[in-house]
Each structure stands twice: as structure tokens, then as C-alpha cells.
């Protein structure tokens, strides 16, 4: 919750690059980012699932209305799991994911299960291309077009939904 608009994906994917020049020992970085990782989207869980419910108290909240909240249980409990293993690889809702987990009181065991396979497939994924990819010439002397690519490859879900509610709402008007 306190970083949302750090660029994971492109971080992951520098490190595992420098780990490929000599500058860290990857399996070491892959084990202290995913550990990161996991204790960071479990420290959203808690906070969402403690925090979060004391503000959907006023029935007429926009914001915090409960039947929100009564939505996002049943949203959770029907595809939580795929939600937060996902999550992972789209910016943002990364960050959101096991917050609204943690309110939507997701059953934990199961929350655990996928954040951890979540990180271990995020963390692994990005960090060893970077460092299989490292250093491949072309890519080494185009990094910053690499990491511009990933970026676009990231925000790309976001832009084509939000481009596709753009259309379905210009389409409504008609």
C-alpha cells in the first residue's frame, strides 16, 4: 500500500541483468526479492483484513459503502485465488490486490498458497530473464529500450481496459 507506482517489473528484470554482469549472486537476489514479495503482500492482507472492514460502517458511504464490502467477500471467495496469484503481474493492482484480499476476508490458507506461488513466479519470472537476457549484446545496448518495453508490456492490460470501457461507454450513448 505505501508504494504502489514502483515499477516491479522493470526493477526485477535490472537486477537480474547487473546479478548477469557479476554485481549479485542471482539465486540470493531471486530469494530476498520473492521473500519481499510475499512478506509484503501478507502485510497488505493484514492490514486490509483489519483495518478495512472498521471503515465500511455508514450504509450510505459511497466510498466505504458495506454493501461494497459485501460484494467484494463474495468477488473473493469466487476468484480470489486467481486474483491475487495474477495480480502480481499487473501494476497497481498488485499493490491493491491482497489489501481487498484481506477486506474481502479471502480465507487466508488459501491467500497464502498464491501469493507465495505468486511472488516465487513474478520474482523468478522477471529476475532470471534478466539475467539469461543480461547479457545477450542487443539487449545490453538497448536496457533502456528493453525496460521502456517492459513497461508498455505491464500498464498494457490497464490501457486495453480502459480503452475497451471508453468504447462500450461511447457505445451506450449512440
Given at each position: 500500500m505505501v508504494t504502489p507506482f514502483l515499477?516491479?517489473?522493470s526493477l526485477l528484470f535490472v537486477a537480474g541483468a547487473v546479478a548477469a554482469a557479476g554485481g549479485m549472486y542471482v539465486h540470493?537476489?531471486?530469494a530476498l526479492l520473492a521473500a519481499a514479495s510475499f512478506l509484503g503482500?501478507?502485510?497488505n492482507y493484514w492490514i486490509g483484513r483489519y483495518a478495512g472492514p472498521r471503515v465500511f460502517?455508514?450504509?450510505?458511504?459511497?466510498?466505504?459503502?458495506p454493501e461494497h464490502l459485501r460484494r467484494t467477500e463474495r468477488f473473493y471467495g469466487k476468484y480470489g485465488a486467481k486474483t491475487v496469484f495474477l495480480a502480481r503481474f499487473v501494476?497497481?493492482?498488485?499493490t491493491f490486490a491482497p489489501f481487498v484480499a484481506g477486506i474481502g476476508r479471502m480465507r487466508y490458507p488459501e491467500f497464502l498458497f498464491y501469493s507465495f506461488?505468486?511472488?516465487?513466479?513474478?520474482?523468478?519470472?522477471?529476475?532470471?530473464?534478466?539475467?539469461?537476457?543480461?547479457n545477450v549484446p542487443l539487449v545490453r545496448?538497448?536496457?533502456t529500450l528493453v525496460i521502456a518495453a517492459i513497461v508498455f508490456l505491464s500498464i498494457s492490460?490497464?490501457?486495453?481496459?480502459?480503452l475497451r470501457h471508453r468504447h462500450a461507454k461511447a457505445g451506450s450513448r449512440d
Open positions: 515499477p516491479g517489473d540470493g537476489l531471486f503482500d501478507n502485510a460502517t455508514r450504509e450510505k458511504s459511497r466510498l466505504f459503502n501494476p497497481i493492482v498488485r506461488s505468486g511472488s516465487i513466479a513474478w520474482v523468478g519470472s522477471l529476475t532470471y530473464a534478466g539475467f539469461y537476457f543480461g545496448q538497448n536496457l492490460p490497464a490501457i486495453v481496459e480502459y
